[in-house]
């Protein structure tokens, strides 16, 4: 049986042009396909591209060259048909409106409302969320973690089959980190789309993700790609296990690997 | 969460700018005193208070004149600058190519522009409101323009990826992002308008704030010019005050 390829792209590059200054090249060359379920993470150090192959992967930023398509289509009409779902670092909820008004955002856009009714995925969203109760209060009145989990519920309330998130726990401290990553992946786990998840935390992209790919330094290529042999679902115990350890082991060597692959070229 | 009973706020708010007040008075009461200084160069606060308590419904009357003028000119300010604003904030090239004349119109001082005003619209109170008006315009557009354009990239690239048109964009990112930028805008030029009327008067006038001090000048009356100069401060701090209260009540969430 052939596997369902969600994200494909071949031969992205992209260079940001700046006028009167040297354009820099973000991104050189990246080829990677994405199983239909598949949980991927892309770690590299900083200033590599990740967060500008994620736009791009979002449709959010035009690539210099190369060919992109989300379940077979250019990311502009996944977008269209409500496809992709995004998270980003900052959570950017909309201070005006409350925990329910934010999530149900992209609903009351979809379906063209001025304003939400009774929606039950909201609610279901919410309460997967642990954010039951806190509903009716506004971004400011809520803790750094509770505003990450409302931009997930946010990017899931239309049931997106491709997630993209962008360090999405970037700002928060660790014990919280690891309590969020348990939680999503538990909700993941029920509605099983293709995640791309972009960190510096390689203990958080073993933890969640299926395969870790490793970019090198910039202009960013994929240097290698770590199958992750943990089963699932995942508890926070696999931490301790061998498999684990294994995987962050190989996942920091592949980046000193990478970073040395990088200053290489430029020599 | 409970608001706060309103003599804490007072007490919290007013207090400490009361007390500074109180303070800058009692000095200068202690200083003309002292000096002796003549009542027509430099009356003591005590002669103006006398001033404002028996000249009071006069300068009720004239007050009133000058502070609905301010306000006039405020109301039309921030319609057209929200309007102007909304433009420029929508295309940049409109914006390069009118800003600079927009720039080049505030550095006019309003002395010279306000004779015109009288010779065109005449010496009633639509020359004091629009100079009122031309005065707070430029600060409501730039602080539009600015609002309108504040959310951030991964914000608008949100709001793409929900599938928002350019028109839901606006309305329910754009628009509400600015309300707190707009609210600025208004705060600044409330205290602008009280000096576009004022000057308005003085360019002729027969009644209004600058028309009191006007006359006080002529007749060598200080403290009543003084009076006249504490009603204008007095007006504009209510305007300024209005708004922040309004703002404060009336937007909730749209402040943060």
Known sequence: MTETIAVQIRGLRHVYRNDGAQDVVALAGIDLSVRAGEFVAIVGPSGCGKSTLLGCMAGVIDPSEGEITIEGTPPSEAIRRRRIGLVFQDPCLLSWRTVRENVGLPLELNRGRRE????????????????????RNYPSELSGGMRSRAAIARALVLSPSVLLMDEPFGALDELTTE?????????????????ILVTHNISQAVFVADRVLILTGRPGRVFQSVE???????????????????????????????????????E | MSKPPVAQVVKEKALLPLCFALVLLLIWQLVV?????????????????????TDRAYLLIHGTV???????????????????????????????????????????PIVATAPLLILWLGPGIS???????????????????RGLRAPGREQLALMRVFGATSWE??????????????????????????????????????????????????????PLLFAGIFVAAFGGLVLFLVIVFVGQTALGHYRD
Not at chain 2, 69 to 91: D, Q, R
Not at chain 2, 95 to 103: I, K, Q, T
Not at chain 2, 172 to 179: A, D, F, G, M, N
């Open chain 1, 116 to 135: 939400l009714g009774e929606e039950k995925e909201i609610d279901d969203l919410i309460r997967s969320m642990l954010l039951k109760g806190f509903e």
């Open chain 1, 179 to 195: 309590m969020l990553n348990q939680e999503l992946l538990s909700i993941l786990e029920k509605r099983r789309p293709t995640v």
């Open chain 1, 228 to 266: 992750v042999g943990l089963g699932r679902p995942r508890r926070e115990t696999v931490t301790a296990s061998h498999e684990f350890m294994k995987s962050v082991a190989a996942i920091q060597e592949g980046l000193r690997q990478g970073s040395g692959f990088a200053r290489g070229r430029e």
């Open chain 2, 33 to 53: 005193s002292t000096f002796r200084v003549p009542e027509y160069l430099f009356p003591s606060p005590l002669r103006i208070g006398r001033e404002l308590i």
């Open chain 2, 66 to 108: 000058t502070i609905l003028e301010a306000l006039g000119g405020l109301v039309i300010a921030v319609a057209s600058g929200f309007l102007l604003g909304t433009v420029f904030a929508m295309s940049s090239s409109l914006e390069r190519m009118v800003l600079p004349y927009a720039v080049a119109t505030q550095s006019v």
């Open chain 2, 127 to 145: 020359s004091k409101i629009v100079m009122a008006a031309l005065i707070c315009f430029f600060p409501m557009v730039v602080s539009t323009s």
């Open chain 2, 169 to 222: 964009v606006f309305w329910k990112l754009r628009l509400p992002t600015s309300i707190k930028y707009v609210l600025v805008g208004m705060q600044t030029s409330a205290a602008l308008a009280m000096i576009g009327a004022v000057v308005a008067e003085y360019a002729g006038a027969d009644r209004g704030l600058g028309y009191v001090i006007m006359q006080a000048t002529y007749r060598l009356d200080t």
